[in-house]
């Protein structure tokens, strides 16, 4: 080949390579450059996973600005604009003069904007972010990931800061066609122990059991999927102005995402590229659903997801339903009461433990922790020690005892159930419980006694009375002259008797004539 040849062919390769560079989308966007819905813009993320740009939930025809995966473009993951939809495609998304981010209508009206002043450019990032950074910093000004709406992706984070008072959630679209804000919603709860509750509207409907230092203590499948997927729990130990709880994903792993969905399902799901599709992560049979609805077997109750028989409510040992009626209408929610009272003394509890094991942990919003006890030890004494401790156990099972933390419970034990993950709850009971006999038990059987003898007492004495009375303002008894002398017999002596015995007065007064009645 000659020269000349050698360098058109160059120029040739150089304008498909700039070419190509055009068509393909870009995953940023610089001062002054926009997207058109009309157009049809997007970014897409320099790995390719993820698409930002203008879509229409499923029949709806209102337009909305939103980052979905590449691999299947209904899955929305995040929604600039929720709540104030486009109705047409006139929309336009700019990074504008000012280093803001704007979503304009068609009549060039700030439909949505990112709530900072200043950085250099607007990138989309393969993990799904949409970041701004000032200049090549890496500290991101403004992310998507801190704005979540109804997935949590890896990377992301749920919680708050008590500082800024921020707090991560994930609040459910209203339906399949609409994302604006729904019934749904899954935050952090940081009183107590941390864990991740489901709220519809501003009712718990679900919650995970709280962190154990590896896993949410009632979902001990997702333990199987940390190698792939790691959790994070941050904040936990130290003065820290941040509690939050996300997860990761391992270089190479399958796309992910939790959702939770506008039916107030969670679904933790996994992209199979083999067939295309979203498969669920816990294959959760209906067994086990059955037991999640929150607090549903009462306080104090313990659910079952294998007593089908008994609606899956039992009540924890040592306790017995409040009403046994209800119950039998499957009417579980008034819960269980003690059989007998816990005693108190001097400070000092005497009940005893008993283990319930293999449990979700109940609900730690009012329990008391602290993450610094060193052993369960130490953790008994401490519930020893204070009369309003119900129960305890630890609250961090990494060490098998070791480093254990201490989570007391003093108002109320409220959803606990049985669940397959090696965690043990300390109830106390009294004494009377074990076998042993109750110092509250005595008294209370002297005093049955007691009050049976006094009543008996009373009934001979008033009975005594009455008959005395009867004696003195009817005194002439038919008896002897017209019944039968078998019952005024024994009626005359048991007076005679009496009177006797009494020294009464009256016994000598009407003597003359009851003798002469004789
Ligand atoms: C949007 O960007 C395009 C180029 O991509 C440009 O031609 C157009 O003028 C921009 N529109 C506005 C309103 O800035
Ligand atoms: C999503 O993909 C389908 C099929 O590939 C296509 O028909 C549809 O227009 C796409 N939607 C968007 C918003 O890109
Ligand atoms: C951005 O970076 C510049 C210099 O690199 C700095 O002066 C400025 O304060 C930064 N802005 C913000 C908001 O951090
Ligand atoms: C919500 O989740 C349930 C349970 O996985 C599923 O059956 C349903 O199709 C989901 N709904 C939507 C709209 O994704
Ligand atoms: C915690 O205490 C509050 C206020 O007394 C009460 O409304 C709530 O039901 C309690 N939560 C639990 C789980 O006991
Ligand atoms: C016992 O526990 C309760 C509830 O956590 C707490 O308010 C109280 O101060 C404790 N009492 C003692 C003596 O530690
Ligand atoms: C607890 O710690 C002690 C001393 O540090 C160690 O000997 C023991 O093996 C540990 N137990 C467990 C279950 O880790």
């Known amino acids: 080949m000659r020269p000349t040849s050698q360098l058109l062919l160059l120029l040739f390769l150089a304008c498909i390579l700039l070419l190509s560079i055009q068509t393909s989308a870009a995953d940023k966007l610089e001062k002054g450059q ?270 079952n997801p294998e007593a089908a028989l008994s609606g899956f409510c039992g009540c924890l040992p040592g306790f017995s339903s409040v009403s046994a009626s209800a119950w039998q209408m499957k009417q579980y929610a008034g819960g269980c009461q003690r059989d007998a009272v816990l005693e108190c003394r001097g400070g000092k509890t005497t009940g005893r433990f008993k283990v319930v094991s293999g449990v979700k942990l109940p609900d730690t919003q009012n329990a008391t922790v602290d993450i610094d006890v060193a052993t369960l030890e130490e953790c008994e004494a401490r519930c020893y020690a204070n009369c309003s401790c119900l129960a305890y156990a630890a609250a961090d099972t990494r060490g098998g005892g070791n480093r254990s933390g201490y989570v007391m419970w003093a108002d109320a034990i409220v959803d606990l159930r049985l669940i397959d993950n090696k965690q043990d709850l300390y109830l106390r009971l009294s004494k009377s419980e074990f076998g042993e006999p109750s110092v509250s038990k005595f008294p209370t059987r002297i005093v049955i006694i007691g009050v049976s003898v006094s009543v008996i007492i009373i009934v001979v004495l008033l009975a005594f009375f009455f008959f005395i009375w009867r004696r003195s303002h009817n005194p002439v008894p038919n008896t002897p002259d017209n019944g039968s002398p078998n019952i005024a017999l024994p009626m005359r002596s048991v007076r005679a008797l009496s009177y006797y015995k009494r020294g009464y007065r009256r016994f000598f007064r009407p003597k003359h004539h009851w003798q002469r009645r004789i």
């Open 34 to 303: 926009n997207l058109t819905d009309s157009n049809g813009d997007t970014l897409v993320s320099a790995g390719g996973s993820f698409t930002l740009g203008f879509f229409s939930p499923g029949v709806s025809t209102k337009r909305y600005l939103g980052i979905w995966f590449s691999v299947s473009n209904d899955t929305v993951y995040w929604v600039a604009n929720r709540d104030d939809p486009l109705g047409d495609t006139s929309g336009m998304f700019v990074f504008n003069d000012a280093a803001t981010l704007v979503l304009l209508d068609g009549s060039r009206r700030t439909v949505w904007s990112s709530d900072f002043s200043s950085g250099s450019a607007a990138q989309l990032l393969d993990s799904g972010n949409l970041v701004v950074r000032n200049g090549s910093s890496d500290a991101y000004l403004w992310q998507s990931f801190d704005h979540p709406s109804d997935t949590l992706l890896p990377g992301m984070k749920l919680g708050k800061n008590f500082w800024t008072k921020t707090e991560w959630q994930l609040t459910s679209w209203r339906s399949a066609d609409d994302p604006s804000p729904g019934d749904y919603g899954r935050t952090l709860e940081t009183k107590g122990l941390p864990e991740l509750v489901l709220w519809r509207g501003n009712v718990k409907t679900y919650r995970t059991g709280p962190w154990n230092g590896l896993y949410f203590n009632g979902v001990p499948e997702a333990s199987t999927y940390t190698n792939m997927y790691p959790l994070h729990m941050t904040g936990l130990t130290g003065r820290s102005t941040e509690i939050t709880y996300g997860y990761t994903a391992v270089p190479g792993a399958p796309l992910t995402r939790v959702v939770v969905n506008h039916t107030g399902v969670v679904e933790p799901l996994v992209w199979n590229t083999d067939t295309g599709a979203w498969i669920s992560f816990f294959s959760r049979g209906a067994r086990d659903v059955t037991c999640e609805a929150y607090g549903k077997c009462g306080a104090s109750g313990l659910c």
